[in-house]
C-alpha cells in the first residue's frame, strides 16, 4: 500500500495475446451492432481496433450469432485484422459451445450461465446446495472442455446485478456473494485442468467492485495460492463526465494498488470511444507520470487501522460543516482568478440576479471557496465562506465568513489563530519524511477548530495521503480532513481520470471529509479546451466550473454526497432494442433535475433487468418499439410504445412521489 507494484496473475493466452503476469494492461471494448449483420460489426470492430482496442467483444445471444460469428473474424482476417475476438454468452451455453470453437476468448457470466433468475428467496440445505453445483458442473464442464481442446480463453464474468437466486439466498447482494459466484466457476474449471481463465467483479457501484475485486485476490490467494488475471470494469457507467469519473474511480482505485491485467471502461457511447478512456486510465501507470515529479519512499505501514473489504468512514468530529456524519464539502479553488466577480461565482453554482439582488443556490454549489490573498468586494450568499492565507484573514473585516489556511507548523507558531475554523495544509511524504517529524502535528491533534488539508507531490500522491490518514488514526486524530489535489494534465479527460482516481481512492476507504481540486498554473494556462473525449459535455465553461462539477459527480460516484440524479445506463450490444444513447440523452434532459433518484436505460428485458442493480426505476427495451417500466425490481408497464414511454416514465415518477417540477 506503500508502492507501486503490479499483483502477480497466471499467464493467460487469447489468440497471440498474452496476458496476465505483468504483460501489459490490456484495452478492450464491445460492439454494439447486430452480431447478425456481419458487415456493420466487422467495421466498428475496425474502428474499435484502429482506436487501440486489443480485444473485441461480441455478443452472441444465440447459436445463429454464435455461428456468425466465423463470418465476422474471416472478414476481419481478410482484411488484415487479427485483433482476438471475444463472445459475450448469457443464458445460452448451446452459444458458447459453439464460439468456443470459432473465436478467442469467451466470457460467461455464473449468474445466468445455468441459472435462470426468477427473484426467488430459497433457503437450501447443504445437501440441496451441493446438488446445485453438481447440475452447474455437469452444465459447464463441456464448455471447459472445448475451451481446453481449441486453446479458448475464457472469461468468468460475475456482475453485481446479476447474481443467481442462490447465490442471492445464500450471501445476499453482497461483494462475498459475486466472489462466491466466481470461484464455483473457477473450482470446476481447476478440476478440468483449464486454467486459460480471467476473471471480473464488475457493479455499477464502484465501491462494491472494488471491495469484490479485493476480496476475489483474497480468496483466490488463500484457496489456490495463485491469482487468475483480472478484467477491471464498472458496469453501466453511463455517458459523458459521468460515466468517465464513474468509471475512473473503480478502475482506477484498483489500478493504483497495481490490481488489473486489462480494462474495459462501459460508456453509453459508441464503442471506439471508449478506447481513449482506457489508454489514459491506464498510461498513469506506463508513461512517465507527469503529473508528479517527486519519488520517494513512503514509510511502511504496519498495522493497517481499516478493513479494505467493507466501507467504514472514518471518524471525525465536526469543524463547523466539516467531518462527523456531514457530507464531503467542496472547496472551490478561484485563486487563480485575478479579480473575482459575482459572475465567478455562478461556475461554482451561486447565480446572482442584478434586478432582485438575490442569489440562487444550485445543488451543486461550493461549500467554500479559496480566493488567495484576495479579500471580495461585494456581498457573497450566506452559505458560502471563503478561504485566505493568514496574512489576508487578518485584515478581513468578516471573521464569521473568511477563514485562514496554514502551512503545517505555521498554525501553532501563529500569534492569531481563528476561534472558529482552521485550515491547516499537511504536506504528505514527497520528501523523505519519517513519520517521527511530524512533531508539530502531536501540537494541534484533536484541537477542536482545525481542518487538515493533506496534499502530496509524490509520484504516488494517492499512497502518500492514504499513509498519513494511516499515522493519524493510529494516533487517535480525528480531524475532519480535507483532500487537496493538483492535477498537472493537459487534457479534459486526463484531468477528470487524475481527480477521479486519486481523490476517489481515498472516499471509497471512508477517508476524508472534503475535497479540493486545482490545477497547476502550467496546465490551467495551457488548458486550451474542456471538451471530453471530443465530445462538449459542458457547453462554455470555465476551468472553475469544469472543476466544481468534477467534484460533485467523484461524490456522487463514491456515494458520498447526491447531488444529482443518477443515471445506470448500459453500453448497448447486438440485443438492444432501441438507440440507447438519444433515449438516455432524451430521458436526461427530462428528469436531470430530480436529486437522488437512480434511474436505469436499459438495451433489452434479457440482461436489463437483472443488471440495473440498485436502480428506483428501469427503462427497459423488450421488444421492437417496446418499452416496459420498472418501479425498483417490479415491472409496472409491460410493453408499452416507445412513443410514449418518457411521458409513461414521468407519470410513474409522480405516481411514485420521485417527481417535482424543475425549477
Ligand atoms: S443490458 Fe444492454 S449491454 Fe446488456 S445485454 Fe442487454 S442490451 Fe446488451
Wanted: charged share 25%.
Amino acid at each position: 500500500m506503500t508502492a507501486y507494484k503490479r499483483l502477480k496473475t497466471r499467464e493467460v493466452k487469447i489468440g497471440n495475446l498474452l496476458l496476465g503476469n505483468n504483460h501489459p494492461v490490456r484495452v478492450q471494448t464491445m460492439t454494439t451492432t447486430d452480431t447478425m449483420d456481419t458487415l456493420a460489426t466487422v467495421e466498428q470492430t475496425i474502428r474499435c481496433i484502429e482506436a487501440g482496442a486489443e480485444l473485441v467483444r461480441i455478443t452472441a445471444p444465440s447459436k445463429k450469432e454464435a455461428e456468425n460469428l466465423l463470418n465476422i473474424k474471416n472478414e476481419l482476417h481478410r482484411r488484415g485484422y487479427f485483433v482476438p475476438l471475444v463472445a459475450d454468452i448469457h443464458f445460452t451455453p448451446n452459444a458458447a459451445e459453439i464460439a468456443a470453437t470459432i473465436v478467442e476468448k469467451v466470457r460467461v457470466n455464473p449468474g445466468n450461465y445455468v441459472d435462470k433468475k426468477k427473484f426467488e428467496q430459497i433457503d437450501y440445505t447443504d445437501a440441496e446446495y451441493a446438488e446445485e453445483i453438481e447440475r452447474i458442473r455437469e452444465r459447464f464442464t463441456p464448455l471447459v472442455k472445448i475451451c481446453r481442446q481449441y486453446g479458448t480463453a475464457m472469461r468468468i464474468g460475475t456482475n453485481h446485478g446479476s447474481l443467481s437466486d442462490r447465490i442471492m439466498s445464500r450471501y445476499g447482494d453482497t461483494a462475498m456473494g459475486m466472489v462466491e459466484s466466481a470461484m464455483e466457476f473457477l473450482r470446476i474449471a481447476r478440476n478440468e485442468d483449464y486454467h486459460n481463465i480471467i476473471l471480473s467483479m464488475k457493479s455499477s457501484n464502484p465501491l462494491v467492485m472494488v471491495q469484490a475485486y479485493r476480496l476475489l485476490i483474497s480468496h483466490m490467494t488463500a484457496e489456490f495460492g495463485e491469482c487468475y488475471p483480472l478484467h477491471l470494469g464498472v458496469t453501466e457507467a453511463g455517458d459523458g463526465e459521468d460515466g468517465r469519473i464513474k468509471s475512473a474511480i473503480g478502475i482506477g482505485t484498483l489500478m493504483e494498488d497495481g490490481i488489473g491485467d486489462t480494462i474495459r471502461v462501459s460508456l453509453t457511447e459508441d464503442p471506439e470511444l471508449e478506447i481513449p478512456v482506457c489508454r489514459d486510465i491506464v498510461k498513469r501507470y506506463t508513461e512517465q507520470r507527469i503529473s508528479r515529479t517527486i519519488t520517494t519512499a513512503i514509510p511502511p505501514i504496519e498495522k493497517l487501522p481499516y478493513s479494505p473489504f467493507e466501507y467504514k468512514r472514518r471518524q471525525t468530529f465536526a469543524v463547523k460543516n466539516i467531518g462527523n456524519k456531514q457530507v464531503p464539502v467542496v472547496i472551490a479553488d478561484l485563486s487563480k482568478i485575478e479579480k473575482i466577480t459575482p459572475a465567478h461565482l455562478q461556475s461554482v453554482g451561486y447565480t446572482y440576479d442584478l434586478v432582485t439582488d438575490k442569489w440562487t443556490i444550485g445543488d451543486m454549489a461550493a461549500d467554500y471557496i479559496f480566493t488567495g490573498h484576495q479579500l471580495l468586494d461585494f456581498a457573497l450568499p450566506g452559505t458560502v465562506k471563503v478561504i485566505v492565507y493568514p496574512a489576508t484573514w487578518q485584515v478581513a473585516d468578516d471573521k464569521n465568513t473568511y477563514f485562514p489556511i496554514f502551512e503545517d507548523s505555521g498554525y501553532t507558531a501563529a500569534d492569531v489563530v481563528s476561534d472558529q475554523l482552521n485550515f491547516v495544509m499537511m504536506d504528505c511524504f514527497s520528501d523523505n519524511t519519517s513519520v517521527n517529524n511530524f512533531t508539530w502535528l502531536d501540537e494541534l491533534a484533536n484541537d477542536p477548530h482545525v481542518v487538515l488539508c493533506l496534499s502530496s507531490v509524490n509520484i504516488l500522491a494517492m499512497h502518500a495521503v492514504r499513509r498519513m490518514m494511516v499515522e493519524l488514526m493510529s494516533r487517535n486524530i480525528s480531524n475532519p480532513v480535507v483532500f487537496i489535489t493538483d492535477s498537472n494534465w493537459s487534457t479534459a479527460d486526463e484531468h477528470l481520470i487524475h481527480y477521479a482516481t486519486e481523490t476517489g481512492a481515498l472516499l471509497l476507504e471512508g477517508l476524508g471529509d472534503g475535497i479540493c481540486l486545482g490545477m497547476s498554473s502550467n496546465a490551467y494556462n495551457d488548458i486550451s479546451s474542456l471538451t471530453v473525449s471530443g465530445r462538449n459535455y459542458i457547453a462554455n465553461a470555465s476551468v472553475e466550473q469544469f472543476i466544481n462539477n468534477t467534484s460533485f459527480s467523484i461524490l456522487q460516484a463514491t456515494r458520498t454526497r447526491i447531488s444529482k440524479t443518477e443515471y445506470i445506463s448500459c453500453p448497448s450490444c447486438g440485443r438492444t432494442l432501441f438507440d440507447l444513447q438519444e433515449t438516455t440523452a432524451k430521458i436526461r434532459s427530462v428528469t436531470n433535475h430530480l436529486k437522488g433518484v437512480k434511474i436505469a436505460i436499459m438495451g433489452c428485458i434479457v440482461n436489463g433487468p437483472g443488471e440495473m442493480a440498485d436502480a428506483d426505476f428501469g427503462y427497459v427495451g423488450s421488444g421492437i418499439g417496446k418499452i416496459t417500466l420498472y418501479r425498483g425490481k417490479e415491472v409496472v408497464k409491460r410493453n408499452i410504445e416507445s412513443s410514449i414511454a418518457v411521458d409513461e416514465l414521468i407519470s410513474l415518477l409522480k405516481e411514485s412521489d420521485a417527481w417535482v417540477d424543475a425549477i
